[in-house]
């Protein structure tokens, strides 16, 4: 495809250009696909809404591999219509991606040659029935705070998907709260493996929010042009004010030491998180990293003469239309 | 109402459908984040959602006839209890496979549906009523995957060819009658399922032939809903192993 030469700073109307795109976003307009942008925002755009796209493609596998084992008909039918939803959010954000000028095969390619990121957090496998619930609860509610967020987001489509990706992720947090609360409460084998699950997801859930803000490079940048409305610290913040009251009220114990309320400041304040690992996994030395990638290549080659088969169909198609 | 025998009978019926349901879906649930395409990985999730709702229903008329409770019967009968044909327990295969599989029955539960419908026992009608709205959505779904399998490249011509190969024989245990059936045939319960076979291959048949497959002559036909492949127990195995993991668990 073209790409789109517009919008760098050499170009000589850059200046003027630049100041009316951030008068534009300072009076709480959506940018839209047509609109003038600054190159590096589109830039930021693709790269944050395709990861995000990436990380409901991937995100579906671990939660994905319980379906099948899935303890009742309504727990089978809530995982599946998540997954589902899982699916619908990952292709409205490709979409929400290509307004910007890149295509699904592109973004598909560079996820598949494992340049593109996704969220960190589905590197971790999902070791037994509670991780499902956990999941729902934890790692969907620290998901919403970051898209109620960029619900706010200045970019028309991406801040429409969020809307409409929150209704459904509520839907999400709600059913893993149900359950996680509900198994808190039950047989001995059920607490053990509610509480092993948190246990096992409670840091990789708060490192979703991303580095602190002051390793956080391009978070300025972000904020000023409305991309972002609030950095990853806030995001994280929100987060723990709300669970762990309800953490601590079902009876589950949080595995941070260090874990503290701040009559102040009314802020729940966490222990020291192990970057260490974050960064490791981050760049590909995570539990699940290969399996994942593998997965999803898989499916790639082994659906390549489905999407031929629909190809030349609809060529054929098309011909006899024609004639 | 219903006597003890007819009701006995209903239930051996209602539990056959339930079990085609829950295992179909089960092999649809295993294609979710692995299709080949990320549409059809949701149109795929629904398909499975629906056909585990319908084994819902009729477990809960079943519920309604004899008190007892879907999910234990879901999760806590063994392989040879289950009721359900063997077309629906076979491995997933390919897309191929498993989009002939999904069409050879969507068009069987439309035929049968439309016919339950005028059931006497109301409950029944009703629920069949609900059941074909959407099973009209999966006939054309299925229908259009059989077009663009059957019309698209060679490959997918042969995979759709083979796939049909292995799954048209098994199609006619679909139409065979459960030992109790006869007598809610005579009563108007059931549709004579027996009836429907003829109109089924016809109906099939052709579509087979305009988008260029063939049904092959012959092949093995399950002669009772007892029998099986050694696939059942494995498809089971996973799929009760969390609920039978824990007995003392008191709910899910």
Same mark, same amino acid.
């Given at each position: 495809?073209?790409?789109?030469?517009?919008?760098?700073? *050499?170009?000589?109307?850059?200046? *003027?250009?630049?100041? /009316?795109? *951030?008068?534009?976003?300072?009076?709480?307009?959506?940018?839209?696909?047509?609109?003038?942008?600054?190159?590096?925002?589109?830039?930021?755009?693709?790269?944050?809404?395709? $990861?995000?796209?990436?990380? /409901?493609?991937?995100?579906?596998?671990?939660?994905?591999?319980?379906?099948?084992?899935?303890?009742?008909?309504?727990?089978?039918?809530?995982?599946?219509?998540?997954?589902?939803?899982?699916?619908?959010?990952?292709?409205?954000?490709?979409?929400?991606?290509?307004?910007?000028?890149?295509?699904? @095969? /592109?973004?598909?390619?560079?996820?598949?040659?494992?340049?593109?990121?996704?969220?960190?957090?589905?590197?971790?496998?999902?070791?037994?029935?509670?991780?499902?619930?956990?999941?729902?609860?934890?790692?969907?509610?620290?998901?919403?705070?970051?898209?109620?967020?960029?619900?706010?987001?200045?970019? =028309?489509?991406?801040?429409?998907?969020?809307? #409409?990706?929150?209704?459904?992720?509520?839907?999400?947090?709600?059913?893993?709260?149900?359950?996680?609360?509900?198994?808190?409460?039950?047989?001995?084998? $059920?607490?053990?493996?509610? $509480?092993?699950?948190?246990?096992?997801?409670?840091?990789?859930?708060?490192?979703?929010?991303?580095?602190?803000?002051?390793?956080?490079?391009?978070?300025?940048?972000?904020?000023?042009?409305?991309?972002?409305?609030?950095?990853?610290?806030?995001?994280?913040? &929100?987060?723990?004010? @709300?669970?762990?009251?309800?953490?601590? @009220?079902?009876?589950?114990?949080?595995?941070?030491?260090?874990?503290?309320?701040?009559?102040?400041? =009314?802020?729940?304040?966490?222990?020291?998180?192990?970057?260490?690992?974050?960064?490791?996994?981050?760049?590909? *030395?995570?539990?699940?990293?290969?399996?994942?990638?593998?997965?999803?290549?898989?499916?790639? @080659? &082994?659906?390549?003469?489905?999407? /031929?088969?629909? &190809?030349?169909?609809?060529? #054929?198609?098309?011909?006899?239309?024609?004639? | 109402?219903?006597?003890?025998?007819?009701?006995? %009978?209903?239930?051996?019926?209602?539990?056959?459908?339930?079990?085609?349901?829950?295992?179909?879906?089960?092999?649809?649930?295993?294609?979710?984040?692995?299709?080949?395409?990320?549409?059809?990985?949701?149109?795929?999730?629904?398909?499975?959602?629906?056909?585990?709702?319908?084994?819902?229903?009729?477990?809960?008329?079943?519920?309604?006839?004899?008190?007892?409770?879907?999910?234990?019967?879901?999760?806590?009968?063994?392989?040879?209890?289950?009721?359900?044909?063997?077309?629906?327990?076979?491995?997933?295969?390919?897309?191929?496979?498993?989009? +002939?599989?999904?069409?050879?029955?969507?068009?069987?539960?439309?035929?049968?549906?439309?016919?339950?419908?005028?059931?006497?026992?109301?409950?029944?009608?009703?629920?069949?009523?609900?059941?074909?709205?959407?099973?009209?959505?999966?006939?054309?779904?299925?229908?259009?995957?059989?077009?663009?399998?059957?019309?698209?490249?060679? !490959?997918?011509?042969?995979?759709?060819?083979?796939?049909?190969?292995?799954?048209?024989?098994?199609?006619?245990?679909?139409?065979?009658?459960?030992?109790?059936?006869? %007598?809610? +045939?005579? +009563?108007?319960?059931?549709?004579?399922?027996?009836?429907?076979?003829?109109?089924?291959?016809?109906?099939?048949?052709?579509?087979? !032939?305009?988008?260029?497959?063939?049904?092959?002559?012959?092949?093995?036909?399950?002669?009772?809903?007892?029998?099986?492949?050694?696939?059942?127990?494995?498809?089971?195995?996973?799929?009760?192993?969390?609920?039978?993991?824990?007995?003392?668990?008191?709910?899910?």
């Amino acid at each position: 495809m073209v790409k789109l030469r517009i919008g760098y700073p *050499e170009d000589p109307d850059y200046g *003027e250009r630049l100041a /009316e795109f *951030e008068a534009r976003i300072a009076r709480g307009e959506k940018i839209e696909p047509g609109d003038w942008m600054p190159a590096e925002y589109r830039r930021q755009l693709i790269r944050m809404i395709s $990861q995000h796209a990436h990380s /409901e493609w991937v995100g579906m596998l671990p939660e994905g591999a319980w379906i099948p084992r899935a303890p009742s008909i309504r727990r089978k039918l809530i995982l599946l219509a998540k997954v589902q939803d899982e699916a619908g959010h990952g292709q409205y954000l490709y979409h929400a991606a290509e307004t910007l000028g890149i295509t699904r @095969e /592109e973004m598909v390619e560079a996820l598949l040659s494992g340049k593109a990121k996704y969220s960190n957090i589905f590197n971790y496998p999902t070791l037994t029935w509670a991780d499902v619930g956990i999941i729902g609860w934890l790692v969907d509610g620290m998901a919403i705070k970051n898209q109620t967020m960029l619900a706010q987001c200045s970019y =028309g489509p991406y801040s429409r998907a969020m809307v #409409r990706i929150c209704a459904e992720e509520t839907f999400h947090h709600k059913q893993g709260k149900e359950a996680v609360l509900l198994y808190a409460k039950g047989s001995r084998k $059920q607490r053990q493996m509610v $509480q092993d699950a948190l246990n096992r997801w409670w840091w990789p859930t708060l490192m979703m929010a991303g580095p602190h803000d002051t390793d956080s490079p391009h978070t300025p940048l972000l904020l000023r042009w409305g991309i972002k409305t609030k950095t990853n610290d806030q995001v994280r913040q &929100e987060f723990l004010n @709300e669970h762990v009251p309800e953490l601590l @009220e079902a009876g589950l114990r949080i595995p941070d030491p260090h874990l503290r309320y701040d009559e102040k400041t =009314g802020n729940w304040i966490h222990g020291p998180i192990p970057w260490d690992e974050f960064w490791k996994v981050i760049n590909g *030395e995570g539990p699940m990293n290969r399996q994942r990638l593998l997965a999803r290549r898989r499916a790639h @080659e &082994e659906g390549r003469w489905v999407r /031929e088969a629909l &190809e030349a169909y609809a060529q #054929r198609q098309l011909a006899q239309a024609a004639d | 109402m219903l006597d003890p025998y007819l009701k006995e %009978a209903l239930v051996a019926r209602l539990t056959a459908w339930a079990d085609d349901e829950v295992v179909l879906a089960q092999r649809l649930s295993e294609w979710v984040g692995h299709a080949p395409i990320l549409e059809e990985d949701i149109a795929i999730a629904n398909l499975a959602q629906d056909e585990l709702g319908h084994a819902k229903v009729w477990l809960e008329l079943r519920q309604e006839l004899d008190g007892s409770d879907p999910d234990h019967l879901v999760f806590f009968r063994d392989p040879l209890e289950y009721q359900n044909a063997v077309l629906v327990e076979l491995p997933k295969g390919d897309w191929a496979f498993t989009m +002939v599989r999904q069409y050879l029955f969507d068009a069987y539960e439309n035929l049968w549906l439309k016919e339950a419908t005028k059931s006497a026992y109301l409950p029944l009608a009703e629920a069949a009523g609900r059941i074909l709205k959407e099973e009209k959505f999966h006939l054309s779904h299925s229908s259009l995957w059989l077009e663009r399998l059957g019309q698209g490249t060679e !490959e997918s011509h042969r995979r759709a060819q083979e796939a049909l190969d292995t799954l048209f024989p098994y199609v006619r245990q679909l139409f065979q009658l459960l030992p109790t059936d006869e %007598a809610l +045939v005579e +009563v108007g319960v059931l549709p004579d399922l027996r009836a429907l076979e003829a109109p089924y291959l016809e109906e099939v048949g052709a579509r087979l !032939e305009r988008v260029g497959l063939r049904p092959p002559q012959g092949g093995y036909v399950p002669k009772s809903r007892q029998e099986h492949t050694e696939y059942l127990w494995s498809l089971l195995a996973e799929m009760q192993s969390v609920a039978r993991w824990d007995p003392e668990a008191k709910a899910w």
